[in-house]
C-alpha cells in the first residue's frame, strides 16, 4: 500500500507539472476575428464574428457549424445559456435564440433599438438581461420573446459587460465606470468608489462572493458589491491589456496577449498556464465547464484543458491527516501533522514541480519560513513510512 501511494503521488506530481493546452479540431482556426465561448454541460459554442456559431457535442473532439437563421453577416459578438436556450448577440441584427442546440436561429428582437450592437449577456435565474452597445440595458423575462429597457439611473453610453453577484446585476460602462442594480434593473446606482473613470473600459467578472473589474492592465476587487473597490496587487500578470476573467471556484483566469493566466488568491498573484500555447498568443475568450476549461485565440484557435490541472494536486487520502495555516501566508507557514512519525520528510515544489525545501519533521506541528519564496502558490508534500500526503498553500 506504501509503495502504491507514493506511486499515485509521484504521478499526480508529473500530471500537474506536464499538463498543458491541446489543439481542438475546431474549424474556426485563421479567422481572426471577435470571438466568444460559452459551455452547456459537453455542448461547446463557439462564436466568430463574420463567421459565425461552431459547435461540439463531444468536449471539443469534433465540430460543426451551426448558422442556419443567423443574419447573412454573421456577426455574432456575444453568447449566453438560459436552461437549453442559447441566445446569440450580434453586431447590428440584434438577439438570436436556438432552442435546438444551434440547429436553427430565431431573431428575437422585440422591444429593441433599430440595429442594435449587443455586446453582453448576463442570465440570472429566469432574467436574461442584453447589454446595447451605446444604449442601455434590456431584460427579457420570457426567453427572449419581449424585451424592456431597464435604464432608470443608466447613463446611455457603452456598456462593455455585465455580470451577476446573487441578485445582484452589475454594468460596466466605458469610461463612465460601473453600476449596481438590486432589483432586476429597475434602478441603478453608480458603485465607482476606488475607481478611475478616465479613459477606462470596464469588463465585469463576478461570483456569489466577489465582483472583479479589470480596466487596462488592473485588476480591481470589491468584496461589497462594488460599494468599495480595491486594486490587486497583480503580480505575475504581463503588462498589457488583459481580455477577460473566469472564476472557478477559488480559481480565477485572466486572458491576455500572453496567454492565460491563474490565480488561487483573489487576483493579488498570477502564474503563466501557457504550456501548450504558441509563444506570446493572444487568448480573446475562455469559458470553463464542469471538467474542462477552454480558450479561443485571436487566430481563431480553440484550445481545451482539464479543470483538474488547475486545481494543483489533490490531497490523495479524503481524510488528510496534514494542515497548513495561515493559508494564505506571507511570512511563515505552521504544518499540523495528526499521524507524525520519526521519518516523515516535508518538501514543497513550486507549480513549476522545482523542489524547493526539504527538511524532517519531527513534531505534531513544525513552523516553516517562507519569507524568501516568491509570491505564488506552492506544493507541500509529506512523506512517511505509512503514506504520502499532499495539500497547497499560498504565499502572499
Known amino acids: 500500500m506504501k509503495k502504491l501511494l507514493l506511486f499515485i503521488a509521484l504521478i499526480s506530481l508529473v500530471s500537474f507539472v506536464n499538463a498543458q493546452w491541446e489543439s481542438t479540431n475546431c474549424p ?15 455542448y461547446v459554442f463557439v462564436g466568430i464574428y463574420s463567421v459565425g456559431v461552431f459547435l461540439s457535442t463531444d468536449n471539443g473532439t469534433s465540430w460543426t457549424t451551426v448558422n442556419n437563421g443567423l443574419p447573412a453577416s454573421l456577426s455574432v459578438t456575444s453568447l449566453a445559456m438560459s436552461g437549453n436556450n442559447i441566445f446569440a448577440g450580434t453586431l447590428s441584427n440584434g438577439v438570436y435564440l436556438s432552442t ?33 452597445d451605446g444604449d ?25 459587460t455585465l455580470a451577476t453577484s446573487g441578485n ?32 477606462s473600459s470596464f469588463k465585469l467578472f463576478a461570483d456569489d462572493n466577489n465582483v472583479f473589474t479589470v480596466t487596462g492592465d488592473t485588476v480591481f476587487l470589491s468584496s461589497n458589491n462594488g460599494a468599495n473597490w480595491n486594486a490587486t496587487n497583480g503580480n505575475g500578470l504581463p503588462i498589457g491589456g488583459i481580455g ?6 477559488n480559481n480565477i483566469f485572466a486572458t491576455s496577449s500572453n496567454g492565460v493566466y491563474l490565480s488561487s488568491d483573489n487576483a493579488n498573484s498570477w502564474t503563466a498556464e501557457n504550456a501548450g500555447l504558441l509563444s506570446d498568443t493572444l487568448v480573446s475568450a475562455i469559458t470553463i465547464g464542469q471538467n474542462d476549461v477552454f480558450v479561443l485565440t485571436s487566430t481563431g484557435m480553440v484550445y481545451k484543458r482539464p479543470l483538474s490541472d488547475f486545481a494543483g494536486i ?22 499540523v501533522n495528526t499521524a507524525q512519525t520519526k521519518d516523515d520528510v516535508l518538501s514543497i515544489y513550486n507549480t513549476q514541480g522545482q523542489l524547493i525545501l526539504q527538511q524532517q519533521v519531527r513534531q505534531e506541528k513544525t513552523d516553516i519560513d517562507i ?8 506544493i507541500l508534500k509529506l512523506n512517511s513510512n505509512e503514506k504520502t500526503e499532499v495539500t497547497r498553500f499560498v504565499k502572499e
Not at 420570457?142 to 432608470?152: L, P
Not at 487520502?317 to 511570512?331: C, D, F, K, L, Q
Not at 519569507?371 to 506552492?378: F, M, R, V
Open 244 to 249: 477577460s476573467l473566469a472564476i472557478s471556484g
Open 136 to 160: 442601455s440595458v434590456y431584460l427579457s423575462t420570457n426567453n427572449g420573446t419581449s424585451w424592456t429597457a431597464v435604464s432608470n439611473g443608466l447613463p446611455v453610453s457603452n456598456i462593455r
Open 168 to 199: 445582484n446585476i452589475f454594468a460596466g460602462i466605458d469610461d463612465v465606470g460601473v453600476y449596481l442594480s438590486t432589483n432586476n434593473g429597475t434602478s441603478w446606482t453608480s458603485v465607482n468608489n476606488g475607481l478611475s473613470s478616465a479613459n
Open 314 to 335: 489533490d490531497e490523495i487520502n479524503g481524510n488528510n491527516r496534514i494542515a497548513v495555516y495561515p493559508n494564505p501566508a506571507s511570512n511563515s507557514i505552521t504544518l
Open 28 to 42: 474556426s482556426n485563421g479567422h481572426k476575428q471577435v470571438g466568444c465561448l460559452v459551455m452547456h454541460g459537453s
Open 371 to 378: 519569507s524568501d519564496l516568491a509570491k505564488g502558490i506552492y
Open 100 to 132: 435546438n442546440n444551434g440547429t436553427s436561429w430565431t431573431a428575437v428582437n422585440n422591444g429593441l433599438p433599430s440595429n442594435p450592437f449587443v455586446s453582453s449577456f448576463v442570465v440570472n435565474g429566469n432574467n436574461i438581461f442584453a447589454g446595447i
